[in-house]
């Protein structure tokens, strides 16, 4: 089955600081993977997605994240964590056996962001 | 563009009383999603419709719970009765059906039920 995991609830960065969240994903056939945000009280914003080529992605509000075939990893970074980047996360994956644009979202992870 | 447009956005009512939540998708997607967030269960996949027609119903938690799309723009999420445990966040999400095409989530509707 497809699936993705994030395996930390909560990451605490302080500003200026890189940061790097986590996503390892599970998927039959060639992966399409997703990163999502949501801040508070609203909806999830479409941060960046792999379909094919460069290992790294580059997103939306300067993130980037690197797909890792031989680890099947997808980690979000950002080289320079800013206090508004305080968010929850979501990693995504594309179910390949939908006939609509179906993605699998992940458990979440809360970003956190000290000055 | 507008995006993805969901109404009321906050909604309290009474256990057995019936609510309907509605959305908008952006117009030309043709995918619609119904999901419901929740801090126990978190982002949970109700339904989704491919050219009005739904696919999987297979996240609907019961019968309580139907949703239409009588047209590529305007869906419903209907719970009758709603019951407390109902309380969560409804989000919908449009998008183009292409192979790869990311989803586009409206602000949601918090729904309390007392």
């Known amino acids: 089955a497809q699936s993705v995991a994030q395996p930390e609830d909560q990451v605490n960065v302080a500003e200026g600081n890189p940061l790097t969240v986590k996503c390892t994903y599970s998927v039959s056939g060639n992966p399409y993977l997703f990163w999502y945000v949501q801040y508070p009280n609203r909806g999830l914003q479409f941060l960046l997605k792999y379909i094919t080529g460069d290992n790294l992605v580059k997103g939306s509000y300067g993130f980037e994240a690197e797909f890792n075939k031989s680890q099947t990893s997808f980690h979000l970074k950002k080289p320079s964590a800013l206090v508004s980047d305080s968010a929850l996360y979501f990693c995504?994956?594309?179910?390949?056996?939908?006939?609509?644009?179906?993605?699998?979202f992940g458990s979440g992870t809360r970003l956190s962001i000290r000055p | 563009d507008a995006g993805v447009i969901q109404s009321p956005r906050h909604e309290v009512t009474e256990m057995g009383q019936e609510v309907t939540l509605r959305c908008k998708p952006i117009?030309?997607?043709?995918?619609l999603f119904w999901y419901r967030q929740t801090m126990m269960r978190g982002l949970e996949l109700l339904i989704y419709f491919n050219n009005n027609v739904p696919i999987d119903d297979s996240g609907m938690p019961e019968d309580r719970f139907s949703a239409k799309m009588p047209n590529a723009s305007f869906s419903t999420l209907k719970i009758q009765p709603s019951e407390p445990r109902d309380s969560a966040v409804y989000f919908c999400?449009?998008?183009?059906?292409?192979?790869?095409?990311?989803?586009?989530f409206g602000p949601g509707t918090r729904l309390t039920v007392l």
């Open positions: 995504a994956v594309r179910d390949p056996y939908s006939s609509a644009s179906k993605i699998i």
């Open positions: 999400a449009s998008s183009l059906v292409r192979e790869a095409n990311e989803q586009f």
């Open positions: 117009s030309g997607h043709n995918s």
